[in-house]
């Protein structure tokens, strides 16, 4: 929260979006959308009555009153050392497949690896590896290819699902959700180092 407020002090921030699934352990298919100004959120629920289910709802208010504020600033801490593992995991790994976690300090949730092609067989497609990963029991994780683009209305968006125009080599993403263990992180690097020894010809 610290970083929103900052960044709508010193800027402009209309609105954020918190997945339910990431930031409060309930299914995924839910989010809360949030801002600085009761004026615009009224605007947003305006343009979706009625479209939505009330499963996510339930699902964030059943979760909560069963966990309690300390059962959830507990998961919380949790997610934070759960995250400082994925990200030393993570880093080992791309060391042996001369790959690297990319370095994103304002970022303690989601970790980037990176899929330089050359790195893989000719015939491998890199978006196959969170299919390759989902059937392990690994889910979330997803290949941005850096390349490719997107029209939404009248504004085409280049590299369309990499978040800069800038950057050029395909990478996967993890999230350290709340709810995730150690024996979760240590899971999941086993089972993505298996698919990468699989396609790798480093």
């Known amino acids: 929260m610290g970083l929103l407020n900052t960044a709508s002090l010193q800027g402009r921030v209309d609105l954020y979006v918190q997945s339910l699934d990431k930031n409060f352990l309930v299914p995924v ?29 339930l699902d964030l208010f059943i979760t909560l009153l069963s966990l ?10 949790q997610r934070k050392e759960v995250y400082a593992k994925l990200k030393q995991k993570l880093g ?10 990319l ?39 997803r290949v941005v290819t850096c390349s490719g683009s997107k029209t939404v209305g009248h504004v085409t968006i280049d590299k369309w699902g990499c978040h800069s125009n800038d950057y050029v080599t395909p990478y996967i993403t993890f999230a350290a959700a709340v709810g ?13 180092g298996q698919v990468l020894g699989k396609l790798s010809i480093v």
Do not use: H, W
């Open 29 to 57: 298919g839910g989010s809360v959308v949030a801002g600085f100004t009761k004026d615009i959120i009224s605007k947003v629920s305006k343009t979706y009555p009625g479209r939505g289910s009330s499963a996510p709802v």
């Open 180 to 192: 995730m263990t150690s024996d979760d992180v240590d899971k999941l690097v086993d089972k993505f």
């Open 103 to 141: 370095d994103t300090p304002n970022n303690q949730i989601s970790l980037a690896f990176t899929l330089t092609p050359s790195n893989y067989k000719e015939d491998c497609n890199l978006t196959e590896l969170g299919s390759k990963l989902f059937t392990r029991n690994v889910t979330g994780a």
């Open 92 to 101: 080992d790994l791309a060391g042996r497949y001369k790959e690297r976690v």
């Open 68 to 77: 309690g504020k300390e059962g959830y600033f507990d998961l919380i801490k």
